[in-house]
């Protein structure tokens, strides 16, 4: 938590997105459905419009300030409010300022162009509230807590973890890389836009049992095989995470902007419970950068991922299924 020399408002700034629309090639505009835009994951998808050759998108906005904003009695004054969308990938930031919707009010609203070309996956969208505090100007006053979610790629708006799955025979394969590893079932590359998880068809039968849709022992031994995969990726994507933090000037780590910021935000609370997620990140990373404690927290990473991955409940049906066989053999 940050601390400020100067009064702010103590609640965050509500953020909804109210419309979204594409412009195409031959300068039309496409008005998206709803479905591109989930309040409750807080993510907007321009993959949905079925169209791959958009060249912007505008994503209509409004913004609620905290009780208090306009109070006559504030500590501010040239009061603003400011949309501001980043992409830590590209490393391209677009400000926009949104307008008072009425003289006295709470609400502002506006809209923020989004130029295709300007990003590769997925940006970062936030609302900031400044103003003038102490004969200082630009002053932040208040901030979304949770920031929206803006994917140029995906057709479904959801906020979690996004991975690529590809299968590849290792021995032979066109990577180089990959053929250090022939003799593992899996790995996880942590290191692409796209988290990529790829399966070794070398493997016999990896496969088939991957691929398979029936039931009974098979099906649970699948999920198994899933949520094990599924715990290796949510550890290596972490470790990609907090490898690759930006530091601000006094040593302090900045939450990533893109999937690295979301991995954390899933997984810091169970890696340092009871804090909040920005202390947990600096409790993270001065005990990977030299203090002590480092190796002692891997084992809450691997329990943050086994959370993730739901591997318990894999195991679980697992463990039922070969039950129930036991006891129809003895039957």
């Not at 949905?48 to 912007?56: K, M």
């Not at 630009?138 to 140029?152: H, L, P, Q, S």
């Not at 990473?301 to 129809?328: K, P, T």
Request: aromatic share 6%; charged share 25%.
């Amino acid at each position: 938590m940050k601390i400020y020399p100067y009064k702010r408002l103590n609640r965050p700034v509500s953020l909804r997105v109210t419309s979204v629309s594409i412009k195409l090639p031959d300068g039309t505009r496409d008005q998206l459905e709803t479905a591109a835009y989930s309040t409750q994951q807080q993510t907007v998808a321009l993959g949905v419009a079925g169209h791959d050759d958009w060249v912007s998108a505008v994503i209509g906005l409004s913004a609620t300030l905290p009780p208090g904003a306009n109070a006559p009695d504030a500590a501010w004054s040239d009061l603003e409010v400011l949309a501001v969308l980043t992409d830590g990938e590209t490393n391209v930031r677009t400000s926009v300022r949104l307008g008072r919707d009425t003289e006295d009010g709470r609400d502002w609203s506006g809209s923020l162009e989004v130029v295709r070309d300007d990003h590769a996956g997925r940006a970062s969208l936030a609302v900031h509230a400044v103003g003038t505090v102490d004969g200082v100007s630009g002053r932040a006053i208040a901030e979304t807590d949770r920031n929206w979610i803006v994917d140029t790629v995906s057709e479904e708006p959801v906020r979690g973890l996004q991975l690529d799955v590809q299968k590849a025979s290792f021995q032979k394969s066109a990577r180089e890389w990959l053929r250090a590893y022939a003799d593992a079932p899996w790995v996880v590359d942590p290191a692409v836009r796209v988290p990529t998880v790829w399966v070794n068809t070398d493997v016999e039968g990896v496969m088939d049992l991957l691929d398979s849709g029936g039931s009974g022992v098979e099906s649970k031994v699948r999920d198994l095989l899933i949520a094990q995969m599924a715990t290796d990726v949510w550890t290596a994507v972490f470790h990609a995470a907090v490898g690759d933090l930006e530091v601000e000037p006094d040593g302090g780590p900045v939450f990533p902007t893109d999937w690295q910021g979301e991995v954390l935000r899933e997984m810091l609370p169970d890696v340092i419970p009871g804090v909040h997620v920005e202390e947990a990140l600096r409790q993270v990373h001065r005990r990977r950068i030299g203090e002590s404690g480092w190796p002692e927290l891997q084992t809450r990473i691997h329990y943050a991922a086994i959370r993730r991955a739901d591997a318990r409940r894999a195991l679980g049906f697992v463990i039922r299924g070969l039950e129930q066989m036991n006891r129809a053999g003895e039957a």
